[in-house]
């Protein structure tokens, strides 16, 4: 039987906020798989603290598979577990970030309906929701929409790095390396870039959440300290980031 999808969990230091998590993604993978969806489930462990490798190394985990890394970075880690992994379609969560229950069965469906529309498209939860360290909502915004113009893509990203895809895609656009202490992050970003520029449709899942952790110290925070900024890509060009994210 061929598998639909994989989710992957990232750890690095995350102990016991990891519990909320773990919670939301089997509630999710339960939800999926009572769609008829075939769902594989992995822990990467990537150089990850003493205290948060014996975490997740407690029998209630004994139904996820276990992978230690030691890439110490988002696109790394993701690009590594890659060949890991057995879904038509991966999807990525941080292990102190949460998401809505229906979040993968929705978001395989939307991927889905788009391939059979001759679509390749990659998909994104409808809201963002920012807790902890601080508090904000984000709506997600899809090409298409009168609201989406790819010239905000030069100040801010519309998504999370949240986001479910499939395979093909994270082959074909790898994740580039962070680079902060130069100035250069937000490897999720370039991803969004690169991906509307091959031809790739980002799409929202109406009612889906992420609800993302803010700590005082975190990949995020440290990038927009450093004022870092992403890369200089050819799509960005002034004469041509008009058509960034059109289809015909």
Not at 98 to 108: G, Y
């Amino acid at each position: 039987m061929s598998t639909d999808l994989t989710l992957v969990v990232t750890a690095h230091d995350e102990t016991a906020v990891c519990g909320p998590t773990m919670r939301s993604a089997d509630l999710a993978v339960e939800a999926a798989r009572d769609r008829g969806y075939v769902v594989q489930t992995i822990i990467g462990l990537d150089a990850a603290t003493e205290p948060t490798t014996a975490y997740f190394h407690q029998a209630r985990f004994d139904h996820w598979e276990r992978r230690i890394l030691h890439e110490g970075d988002l696109g790394k880690v993701r690009n590594a577990l890659l060949p890991e992994t057995e879904g038509r379609y991966v999807a990525f969560l941080d292990a102190d970030d949460l998401f809505s229950e229906n979040w993968l069965a929705d978001a395989v469906a939307a991927l889905d309906a788009a391939a059979e529309r001759g679509e390749r498209a990659v998909a994104h939860p409808e809201l963002n929701v920012v807790f902890d360290g601080d508090r904000a909502i984000h709506l997600g915004i899809e090409p298409g929409s009168p609201l989406f113009t790819p010239h905000y893509l030069y100040f801010r990203h519309y998504y999370d790095s949240l986001c479910l895809a499939p395979r093909e895609a994270h082959l074909e656009v790898p994740y580039v390396t962070r680079d902060v202490p130069n100035g250069l992050s937000f490897q999720d970003f370039q991803f969004t870039i690169e991906t509307l520029a091959s031809g790739w449709r980002h799409v929202v899942v109406k009612d889906t959440i992420i609800f993302k952790r803010r700590r005082d110290f975190s990949l995020v925070t440290e990038s927009t300290s450093r004022k870092s900024v992403v890369r200089s890509l050819p799509p960005m060009a002034i004469d041509r980031i008009r058509d960034l994210g059109t289809f015909t």
